[in-house]
């Protein structure tokens, strides 16, 4: 064993083709644990999706034994409406309906009222926020404006000192030219 360890680490070809080798194997494991997690993954939502679907047929049956009884009560409530003093009830019913509409409407006419009074609030706070904004607005602009008076102010300036400078290298190089003639003579 240590004979194979001391030949691979000493020729390069083969380390590459054991390092290949160990490249191959892990991708092969990989696809293959993946391959699994995919099959257990949509085994799972198969069993899911079945038990579901049981669950579902089982409800669907039973609303459709509940409709039955319901229809067969209809069909007997049908029968009592037709008496008088089932229409006595309902006129009772329409009375309690109305009652609670009434009060249903006062609170609804409270809940507005409420309403009205914070959409008054919020409009008197979007109106101080807009005079602020025009304010604010006013006072970028009066900035913005000293800002350009003072950008030109500078540049007028550094043109003024630009052209000094000049003016004085041009001086000071007459003066040098004027110090060389001078000794030469």
């Known amino acids: ?27 092969v494991v990989l696809v293959v644990v ?29 609303l459709q ?10 069909t007997q409530n049908e029968q009592g409406l037709q008496q008088f003093e089932d229409t006595k009830k309902r006129l009772n019913e329409t009375a309690e309906m109305l009652s609670v509409a009434q009060t249903e409407l006062a609170e609804s006419r409270k809940v507005q009222n409420r309403t009205q009074a ?3 609030d919020l409009q008197s706070r979007y109106t101080a926020l807009e005079e602020e904004l025009a304010d604010t607005k006013a006072r970028l602009e009066a900035l913005h404006d000293e800002n350009n008076k003072l950008r030109v102010n ?8 630009d052209t000094e400078e000049r003016f004085a290298m041009q001086l000071q190089q007459r003066n040098e030219k ?8």
């Not at 240590?2 to 892990?26: C, F, N, Q, R, T």
């Not at 500078?154 to 000192?161: E, G, I, P, Q």
């Open 1 to 27: 064993m240590e004979e194979i360890i001391e030949k691979v680490s000493s020729d390069p070809m083969l380390m590459l083709s054991g390092a290949i080798g160990v490249v191959v194997i892990l991708f």
């Open 34 to 62: 993946i391959a699994n997690m995919r099959i257990k993954t949509y085994k799972d939502r198969y069993i899911n999706t079945r038990i579901d679907n049981e669950e579902k047929e089982e409800l669907i049956s039973q």
């Open 65 to 74: 034994q509940e409709l039955k009884t319901l229809k067969v009560r209809n």
């Open 118 to 120: 914070k959409l008054e």
């Open 154 to 161: 500078n540049s007028r300036l550094l043109m003024k000192l």
């Open 178 to 185: 004027h110090g060389e003639n001078g000794d030469d003579r």
